[in-house]
Structure formats: structure tokens, C-alpha cells
Antibody, heavy 118, light 107 residues
Framework: QVTLKESGPGILQPSHTLSLTCSFSGFSLSTYGMGVSWIRQPSGKGLEWLASIWWNGNTYNNPSLKSRLTVSKDTSNNQAFLKVTSVDTADTATYYC??????????WGQGTLVTVSS | DIRMTQSPASLSASLGETVNIECLASEDIYSDLAWYQQKPGKSPQLLIYNANSLQNGVPSRFSGSGSGTQYSLKINSLQSEDVATYFCQQYNNYPLTFGSGTKLEIK
């Protein structure tokens, strides 16, 4: 059974760095073809793919966020991480991590709400 | 970036009806398309991948079709539990992109 759970700060100030953790079970990020992706959703709005990290360490980021994103993993502890630098109010959203194979998202975490506010 | 244009933005239908939701890609995505259902206050759930493959555990009243740039999600015999927002997603090319969503309500 695949499960994922996001954790984060809840609230942070503009210009700070957002750090999120995805803790998962039921699969390994060292297994061929496996990946974890990050997707966000502002309240009442649509979905935006942010980044993906794959079993081989390859990463892909959404260029709309320029170089603000860093995604990484800790295979031994079944965790993936997302950092977003220089946040502002436009980064306020629910952030999801999702199990990824073949580039679709079969399993999602419950999401963590991040509010950027001074 | 591949733009996904989803229609309609909202839809109201009666129980037992059949509904169709459309997704138009800005270029050929070779059936690299998934559909998700998001119920209020919940995470999205995968319904369809590869344009027409039903995810395990998804009721057979959901089906997907299409090719090239035009795709659709069909829901037969609409049930009350189908009230949700539906999103399409292309994965033919990075960045992965979603449609803007279709909010389905019961009339």
C-alpha cells in the first residue's frame, strides 16, 4: 500500500526559504522507474506541477519558477524534499507530493497548506 | 509549454445522466494524458492514464478517449459521489501541465 505525507512550516515570511518533506511508504525511490513529484494548488484554483525526482537522481523543475526550486531525496529514509527560495504571497498554496511512474500521479499525499505572510 | 484547454469550466447534470468533459492540447501529446478527480477538501485521485486506461479501483462508468490534441472524459450514469472537480494532465513533455479544471455538480 502506497502512502505519502507532506510536512512543512505552515506559515513563513516573504523572502524566506520554504522547506517541505514528503515521507512515503509502499515503494522505494531506489527502484527503477520510481519517482516523486511536487504539485501545488492555491485555494480554489488549479494544479501546478513544480518538480519531479527520479530513482536515478534525475530531477526536473518547472521553469516558470526559474531557479527557485531544489528537489532532493533520502532513499534510505524514504523521503523526498522540496525547497523554494525567496517566497512571496503568490506561493501560498497547498503543496502535494505524489508517487510518479511514467509521469502520471497515481498516489497523492494529503497536502500541506503553506501560507506566506508577514 | 503545452497548454491544456479544458471545457466546460463547470457542469450541472442530473443523476443517471452521461456527461463529457473535454481537454484540448496545444500540440499533439500522443495520448500521454491522465484524468484526475478531486472531491472538495481532498487530494486529487487518478482516474485514467494513457488517455483511455482505467486506474485500478476506479468504477467502470468512467472512461477516457481521444488522440492527437483532443481528449475527453466520459462519466456514465452519474452518481452523487461524482460531485468533484476534474482535471486533465499531459505528460508528453516537460513541464507537465494541467487543464484548469471542470467543476461537476448535480442538478
Amino acid at each position: 500500500q502506497v502512502t505519502l505525507k507532506e510536512s512543512g512550516p505552515g506559515i513563513l515570511q516573504p523572502s524566506h526559504t520554504l522547506s517541505l518533506t514528503c515521507s512515503f511508504s509502499g515503494f522505494s525511490l531506489s527502484t527503477y522507474g520510481m519517482g516523486v513529484s511536487w504539485i501545488r494548488q492555491p485555494s480554489g484554483k488549479g494544479l501546478e506541477w513544480l518538480a519531479s525526482i527520479w530513482w536515478n537522481g534525475n530531477t526536473y523543475n518547472n521553469p516558470s519558477l526559474k531557479s527557485r526550486l531544489t528537489v532532493s531525496k533520502d532513499t534510505s529514509n524514504n523521503q523526498a524534499f522540496l525547497k523554494v527560495t525567496s517566497v512571496d504571497t503568490a506561493d501560498t498554496a497547498t503543496y502535494y507530493c505524489a508517487h510518479t511512474r511514467f509521469h502520471w500521479f497515481a498516489y497523492w499525499g494529503q497536502g500541506t497548506l503553506v501560507t506566506v505572510s508577514s | 509549454d503545452i497548454r491544456m484547454t479544458q471545457s466546460p469550466a463547470s457542469l450541472s447534470a442530473s443523476l443517471g445522466e452521461t456527461v463529457n468533459i473535454e481537454c484540448l492540447a496545444s500540440e499533439d501529446i500522443y495520448s500521454d494524458l491522465a484524468w484526475y478527480q478531486q472531491k472538495p477538501g481532498k487530494s486529487p485521485q487518478l482516474l485514467i492514464y494513457n488517455a483511455n486506461s482505467l486506474q485500478n479501483g476506479v468504477p467502470s462508468r468512467f472512461s477516457g478517449s481521444g488522440s492527437g490534441t483532443q481528449y475527453s472524459l466520459k462519466i456514465n450514469s452519474l452518481q452523487s459521489e461524482d460531485v468533484a472537480t476534474y482535471f486533465c494532465q499531459q505528460y508528453n513533455n516537460y513541464p507537465l501541465t494541467f487543464g484548469s479544471g471542470t467543476k461537476l455538480e448535480i442538478k
